[in-house]
């Protein structure tokens, strides 16, 4: 009887322990603070590597991109890009060292799919063909 009470503690202390360290290990991800402005709403996001995330906003016709670290640190290469999908080239972007975020920036797509993507460092990640309409 002590045997399994002791094997009982020990599972117990174990399961604490590892529930402990689950918990202390996700990342924070970065929100969406309203860089675009006033009536813009998200309507889609990926991150960029394990340090960021990019949110795409729409407003009455526009898109509007911006690439958001996951905590503010020392200035970085990072860039926001954003065109309609039909086109070759990236139409508008925003790229520099900056210390939070890149972007915003806008483009009027109506009827029309997106192609969106962000880099920090040297992380980079496109979606393509998104939110059509």
Not at 11 to 18: C, E, H, I, Q
Not at 19 to 47: D, E, F, H, K, W
Not at 124 to 129: D, L, M, P, V, W
């Amino acid at each position: 009887m002590k045997l399994s009470k002791l094997a009982m503690v020990g599972t117990l202390a174990t399961a604490t322990v590892a529930g402990s360290l689950i918990t202390a290990m996700p990342a924070s991800a970065a929100s969406y603070g309203g860089q675009c402005g006033s009536g813009y709403s998200v309507v889609n996001s990926a991150p960029v590597g394990s340090s960021a995330t990019m949110f795409l906003t729409y407003n009455n016709g526009y898109n509007c991109l911006v690439v958001i670290r996951n905590t503010k640190g020392s200035a970085m290469p990072m860039g926001a890009y954003l065109k309609k999908s039909s086109v070759e080239t990236w139409t508008k972007q925003d790229t520099g060292n900056y210390t939070h975020y890149a972007g915003p920036i806008y483009l009027l797509a109506i009827d029309t799919c997106v192609d969106w993507a962000g880099k920090v460092g040297t992380a980079y990640n496109a979606e393509y063909r998104t939110n059509c309409g």
